[in-house]
């Protein structure tokens, strides 16, 4: 079947090209992205993702299409991944560049989407059956300022932690901020559990806002399991009872081992559950 991606309202092939040589996306990583799960035939948490979206573009001093709010995207989405035979679960990137024009300065900050769709064979969210090997990726450290927490098209570090991953034979990296303090996976929040009590990272920190990151705490606090965000030494690693990753395709991942540490996921199964029980 053929695959199909919307761009500004109008439909193209997916193999098709449709980006200029001076699009900004590609010259200068002048764009941001969400990435956002169907399931149930629904966008899920498209509210708490466009509002991301929203708060990057006006850091970023991106124009604001006053067409832009859920009732437009929640269509589109829906809308493409019909022609796309996405059937339940899906995976749906949107795509905001700002339009074509200048140098570093650009002629002016009125932007395009590009709004792409794919199929997922899992239904809900699964916890992994095998736990995730992971370490620490110390080359480059992410920085701590206002646009540490939203999803860009700069994404040199993630790229980079990505092939130190495939070079160290690893399935996942975790990032560190200048101070040395944890921030996140490549494509994840991190948390820890000790004593069933959940840790994670301070969005201050340098960590991106995560949506799901967002979701896993209010689950905890609805069923009284405390929940601390707070600087992350290296060290907290090692004296964890469980680690887990969280993004909004995958939900949870739990991880079984950091160097000689291995961890369990007796709380990682709890809550894959209360979170299925959450969606749409």
């Known amino acids: 079947m053929e695959q199909y991606i919307n761009h500004n309202g109008n439909y193209f092939l997916a193999n ?9 996306a590609f010259c200068y990583g002048d764009a941001l992205f969400e ?26 001093k991106m124009q604001i299409n006053p067409l832009f709010n859920q009732p437009f995207f929640e269509f589109a ?44 064979e899992e239904k809900g969210y699964v916890l992994n059956s095998d736990g995730l090997s992971v370490d620490i990726f110390t080359e480059f450290k992410k920085t701590q300022n206002v646009s540490s927490s939203i999803k860009s098209a700069n994404s040199l570090i993630y790229v980079m932690a990505g092939i130190y991953k495939k070079e160290h034979l690893l ?43 967002k979701k896993i705490i209010e689950i905890a606090q609805a069923n009284r399991i405390a929940v601390y965000e707070l600087p ?37 199964k709890i809550l894959v559950d209360k979170l299925n029980n959450a969606v749409s």
């Open 77 to 120: 989405i829906l809308e493409l991944a019909k022609k796309n035979g996405v059937i339940s679960d899906g995976r749906v990137r949107i795509t905001v560049y700002r339009n074509s024009g200048g140098l570093y300065s650009p002629n002016d900050n009125t932007v395009s989407y590009l709004i792409e769709i794919s199929s997922l």
């Open 171 to 213: 399935d996942e990296c975790i990032l560190v901020n200048e101070k040395g303090n944890i921030t996140e996976a490549i494509s994840s929040n991190i948390f820890a559990v000790k004593n069933g009590v959940l840790y994670t990272s301070l969005v201050s920190d340098g960590c991106i806002d995560g949506i799901m990151r």
């Open 232 to 268: 992350i030494m290296q060290s907290v690693l090692l004296g964890a009872d469980e680690l887990f990753l969280t993004n909004a395709i995958n939900g949870i991942r739990w991880v079984s081992n950091y160097k000689q540490k291995f961890f369990s996921n007796n709380l990682s």
């Open 35 to 60: 990435t956002i799960r169907i399931t149930n035939d629904t966008p899920q948490f498209l509210k708490e993702h466009l509002q991301r979206l929203f708060k990057g573009m006006q850091i970023l």
């Open 16 to 24: 098709q090209p449709i980006l200029k040589f001076d699009n900004r």
